[in-house]
């Protein structure tokens, strides 16, 4: 028989059903955990088949747990002389970290500009940014820039790599959405009525309120400039390459060696993760702040 106590829980439980429309359901909870997996699961792979021989990889059924040849395999990634691990590492960090600065500095003043500054021909030139982000220049134009940087002697040289990425259509049009959203008229303006310069209204009342949509974007930037392959394929030499030009010269001449390519690739993969922890906190807080005012 149903007590006094039990229908008074019911009847809390279903107000707060009311009240939190989005609770998690355990049907929520498991489609997320679920998610989780699938999400992991390539990365846990990645571990596995880097910490066995190339044998143990091929083997059916595969291997499901890690193996003890991963210190091996590293020092065989780094004694590949065709692949050149080290410097591709080492140009990765100095391009991507160059080009995400600038992106990100670049893309925060043109943001502040087109959306608290008033001035002529503001519309066209956001809109004329709008279109370069509808056409594949990097495919279409890949041909005229090639020949450009034969011109400027820059083929096997780092600068080939990051001037052309300088500046990002994308993270124009981001962080001036980001700034309309985040920055009040009326904080611009009080600023100005306290005799603030405009790179002090920059510096002051800008930054700090883009700062989580800065993070967002320089993590965006930084992993699609990391995983670039095409372009500094074309442009550099082997002896010169980025992280991926390395891992593609991992691949053995007649037979791939799996143990080794993703060893690689978990190399690669590991400044990522290190700049998602080191960031993580403002990332997640820039989409959900993006989210909730949108």
Known sequence: MTTIAQTRQRANDRANRRRDPFRATPLTKAALLFAILLS?????????????????????????????????????????????????????????????????????????????????????????????????????????????????????????????????????????????????????????VDGATTMRIYWNVILPAVRPGMAVLALQVFMLNWNEFMWPLIVLTPENPTVQVSIAFLTGQHTADYALIFTGTALSVLPLLIVFIAFGRQIVGGLMEGAVKA
């Open 40 to 192: 992991v699961f390539p990365i846990y792979w990645m571990i596995v088949i880097a910490s066995r021989t190339t044998s143990q990889a091929v083997d059916t059924p595969p291997p499901l747990l890690p193996g003890g040849n991963l210190g091996e395999n590293i020092a065989r990634v780094f004694a590949t002389e065709d692949a050149h691990f080290i410097t591709g590492l080492t140009n990765s960090l100095i391009v991507t970290s160059t080009v995400t600065l600038s992106v990100v500095l670049i893309s925060t003043l043109a943001g502040f500009a087109f959306a608290r500054l008033r001035f002529r021909g503001r519309k066209l030139l956001l809109g004329s940014i709008l279109l370069t982000m509808m056409v594949p220049i990097q495919q279409m134009g890949i041909v005229p820039l090639y020949q450009l940087m034969v011109n400027l002697g820059w083929t096997g040289t780092l600068q080939a790599v990051i001037l052309p990425f300088l500046l990002n259509g994308f993270g124009v049009f981001m962080m001036t959405q980001y700034t309309e959203q985040a920055v009040p008229h009326e904080l611009v303006e009080a600023a100005r």
